[in-house]
């Protein structure tokens, strides 16, 4: 199994600006998703941050509005950018596999992060 | 499309009675069905999965294909039980998109 921290837990935020969550697993992953989580809603996939390349965008996701970082193995950010209202939800970090070996098929979560936009 | 349907927001049952959560699926290829559960100020993590064929903590839930099918089942509930389930599908093999339901809440009354 993987342990995933990420931070902040939470944090209320002003319509227009930007907030960075970040996601630390405690071993080399090969595949790290960002989910999003709307009240009544099911866990939608943002995007995969893929290590060493840009990440890969879900429909309806644009990379000027969820810029991602992936610098290393076992480290992601995703930023919201020019937020408002709407984007008031639960991020998710999440992690399938090890690197360099097969995977399992099974997500691991981070505790999310819940963001309410003013 | 790939598309994860549980038809039931919320679900309240008597502590002892049977509990079922329904899970329906759309999907083109070759799928392998999961079940999540996130308790009360904890994170989402794995139930059960269709390949394991297991049954973790009295639960059990089998993939009917005919029906696309994937409900979620328990003889007798238990109010630790209580909690949101999320039906959630990937392709076989590892790095495939996994569709999550809109979730189930659970409620077990003593």
């Known amino acids: 199994s993987a342990v995933i921290s990420q931070k902040p837990s939470r944090d209320i935020c002003q319509r227009g600006t930007s907030l960075t969550i970040q996601c630390q697993v405690d071993s080399q992953v090969t595949m790290m998703f960002w989910y999003r989580q709307q009240p009544g809603q099911s866990l939608t996939l943002i995007a995969t941050a893929n290590q060493g390349s840009e990440a890969t965008y879900e429909s309806g996701f644009v990379i000027d509005k969820f810029p991602i970082s992936r610098p290393n193995l076992t480290f992601s950010t995703l930023t919201v950018s020019n937020m408002s209202p709407e984007d008031s939800s639960i991020y998710l970090c999440?992690?399938?596999?090890?690197?360099?070996?097969?995977?399992?098929?099974?997500?691991?979560f981070g505790e999310g992060s819940r963001l309410t936009v003013l | 499309a790939q598309r994860v349907t549980q038809p039931e927001k919320l679900l309240s049952v008597f502590k002892g009675a049977p509990v079922e959560l329904k899970c329906n699926y759309s999907y083109s290829g070759s799928p392998e069905l999961f079940w999540y559960v996130q308790y009360s100020r904890q994170r989402l993590q794995l139930l059960l999965r269709h390949i394991s064929r297991e049954s973790i903590k009295g639960f059990t839930a089998d993939l009917n294909k005919g029906e696309t099918s994937f409900h979620l089942k328990k003889p007798f509930a238990q109010e630790e039980d209580s909690a949101m389930y999320y039906c959630a599908l990937s392709g076989l093999g590892t790095g495939n998109q996994f569709y999550f339901g809109t979730g189930t809440s659970l409620t077990v009354i003593p």
């Open positions: 999440s992690v399938e596999g090890l690197a360099g070996g097969p995977g399992t098929g099974e997500l691991f």
